[in-house]
T-cell receptor
Framework: GENVEQHPSTLSVQEGDSAVIKCTYSDSASNYFPWYKQELGKRPQLIIDIRSNVGEKKDQRIAVTLNKTAKHFSLHITETQPEDSAVYFCAARSGGSYIPTFGRGTSLIVHP | DGGITQSPKYLFRKEGQNVTLSCEQNLNHDAMYWYRQDPGQGLRLIYYSQIVNDFQKGDIAEGYSVSREKKESFPLTVTSAQKNPTAFYLC?????????FGEGSWLTVV
């Protein structure tokens, strides 16, 4: 089955800096890569996703890049704000399954 | 994503007791899921169901049971066979690619 590794487990940045979270996956047939944000005590919510036929996708201050050859994808947050502080999860879904496999999460802390 | 309701929000259980967590969705989604969340462990899949009266084990199904008698309902029972049940439990449903989560239930064994 699919295996997703996520790094770093904790990321601390100053307000206004950029933050990058990286994930690698094992199944070359994976074709859908969502990112979820979970604020403390709340439900995970989808913030951005990318499919295997696209190399990059942007939505305001967040972007995701995908390198199919290397089997890794990354979340980029620019001009970070304290409200970006949360746990971020990446996931990968193989073409043969509708169940995504999640990474272990990255705790992002943005210091004012 | 506000159409998935989990109850109770907080639950305390004595060792040796079974407990059932409720999950109801009004999104008309076919697929439903249960995840367990522990610190540093991410989201681990317990059970999932694609259609009514059918469900499959996920990665950590031991000590848990589910039923799917109605499309909108997918309750999870944490049995006494589950060795470390204290955790945050998330119910989810999906249509197409996107998974939507409920607010979660905190279960503590005392």
């Amino acid at each position: 089955g699919e295996n997703v590794e996520q790094h770093p487990s904790t990321l601390s940045v100053q307000e206004g800096d950029s933050a990058v979270i990286k994930c690698t996956y094992s199944d070359s047939a994976s074709n859908y890569f969502p990112w979820y944000k979970q604020e403390l005590g709340k439900r995970p919510q989808l913030i951005i996703d990318i499919r295997s036929n696209v190399g990059e996708k942007k939505d305001q201050r967040i972007a995701v890049t995908l390198n199919k050859t290397a089997k890794h994808f990354s979340l980029h947050i620019t001009e970070t704000q304290p409200e970006d502080s949360a746990v971020y999860f990446c996931a990968a879904r193989s073409g043969g399954s509708y169940i995504p496999t999640f990474g272990r999460g990255t705790s992002l802390i943005v210091h004012p | 994503d506000g159409g998935i309701t989990q109850s109770p929000k907080y639950l305390f259980r004595k060792e040796g007791q079974n407990v059932t967590l409720s999950c109801e969705q009004n999104l008309n989604h076919d697929a439903m899921y249960w995840y367990r969340q522990d610190p540093g462990q991410g989201l681990r899949l317990i059970y999932y169901s694609q259609i009514v009266n059918d469900f499959q084990k996920g990665d950590i199904a031991e000590g848990y049971s589910v039923s799917r008698e109605k499309k909108e309902s997918f309750p999870l029972t944490v049995t006494s066979a589950q060795k470390n049940p204290t955790a945050f439990y998330l119910c989810a449903s999906s249509i197409g690619d996107t998974i939507y989560f409920g607010e979660g239930s905190w279960l503590t064994v005392v």
